[in-house]
């Protein structure tokens, strides 16, 4: 199987005696041995086996299964959330005294661990700017292991060269991890541009219909059993259920985003041509300023829109408030379009300056755009606009 469809589809955990066709939720936590060598064997891992779910589940592996194949990864470990994935990674490959390189637009709750609690145990950061990727080399120092990036980045849907970071890493030796949420494994594959490990939360796109939390990293095999041996002892690790649920949702993943996608351009359009609008951004818009670099690394723009109201914080939360049917919410990647003022709500306590390192201006509005019929989705934020 080579492609995402079927992959998605078609990769599933070994039937039981039952010979059922759609895979069966393995709600337990521990499992059974034969007898005391099987139970040796087991847990000096001579064999390859389910022991405790917190280490691995029949759901939880499955779903890691279909991630790695889709992203072209050796190996993966699922997590609770994908914060959780974010922290185990990273805390996982970092030593105190080392030093991680980031793009200065990433996830709050990463921001916050990159500032607020590594540096509890001596793990240094440096910022570069989306747009500065050339200055990445000048912030390379003897103890720095990792270069982070997301891409798309939220909330400003700005968009990182993976190749030109892949390159830096690979000449200076250093682990390139990718927080590729915003765009799945069906519009992007960061290891073919160099990466490392490639992280998810599942909670957003995978999930698709705002249910369940889960995180997922993948990449090289080697690092993986790393994270794997941290997680296993500290206890991040998904639930069965949910596991379930997002390996179910990763069926649909590749006809849900090309319609995700199709609204998403569409909807772009029309607000560039809007006279309350500043300006719009959108991957596949050809007035992104990384319009060239997205066509390069990903397959269409994904479903998120950002553009800057006209009238600040103020215009901005009277455009919120004046919202018919879309949903006012901080997730994304619902089937039901999503829409934020993050300048008034998430990110509103970082300072101006903060702000706009992170690209995150007074009018800024999020845009997660659903699968609901495109022309209602224009008609709601056409009269929000309006009023």
């Known amino acids: 199987m080579e492609n995402l469809e079927t992959i998605a589809i078609r990769t599933q955990a070994e039937r039981t005696q039952f010979q059922e066709h759609s895979v069966p939720l393995y709600l337990t936590s521990s499992y059974v041995f034969d007898n005391a060598e099987d139970m040796r064997a087991s847990f000096a891992e001579e ?45 996982t ?59 798309p980045t939220n909330p400003g849907v700005d968009i990182l060269d993976l190749e030109e970071l892949g390159r830096i890493a690979k000449k200076h030796d250093l682990l390139l991890i990718i927080d590729n949420c915003f765009a799945t494994p069906y519009l992007q594959n960061p290891i073919k541009f160099g990466a490392d490990l490639v992280i998810h939360s599942a909670t957003k796109l995978i999930d698709g219909q ?77 007035s992104h300023p990384q319009f060239e670099i997205a066509k390069k690394q990903m397959k269409l723009g994904g479903n998120i829109v950002s553009f800057e109201i006209k009238g600040g914080i103020e215009a901005g939360r009277n455009f919120i408030d004046n919202l018919k049917f879309c949903s ?24 101006k300056e903060e702000s706009l390192e992170a690209g995150i201006t007074e009018g800024l509005i999020r845009v997660s755009v659903g699968l609901e019929h495109i022309n209602d989705i224009i008609a709601d934020l056409e009269q929000a606009l309006k009023n």
């Open 47 to 91: 064999k390859e086996r389910n022991i405790y779910s917190r280490f691995t589940n029949p759901n939880t592996s499955e779903f890691v299964e279909k991630i790695a194949k889709m992203e072209g990864a050796e190996s993966g470990y699922a997590f609770a959330t994908g914060m959780s994935a974010v922290f185990s990674t990273l805390a």
């Open 93 to 151: 490959l970092l030593d105190s005294g080392d030093h991680i390189i980031s793009a200065r637009s990433v996830f709050g709750s990463t921001h916050s661990l990159l500032t607020k609690y590594f540096p509890k145990w001596n793990i240094s950061h440096s910022y570069f700017k989306v747009d500065e990727v050339d200055k990445i080399e000048s912030l390379i120092k003897p103890q720095t292991k990792i270069i982070f990036a997301e891409t």
């Open 210 to 286: 705002g249910r369940v939390l889960g995180g997922v990293t993948v990449g090289r095999e080697d690092l993986i059993r790393e994270i794997y041996l941290f997680s296993r002892n500290t206890g991040p690790a998904l639930s069965p259920f949910n596991a379930w649920v997002l390996s179910k949702s990763l069926e649909t993943l590749p006809v849900r985003i090309e319609r995700h996608c199709e609204n998403a351009v569409k909807l772009a359009e029309f607000l560039e041509g809007h006279e309350n609008v500043e300006w719009v951004k959108y991957p596949f818009l050809k």
């Open 328 to 351: 006012r919410s901080a997730n994304l990647g619902d089937t039901r379009t999503i829409i934020t003022h993050p300048a008034s709500t998430t990110h509103s306590k970082l300072s």
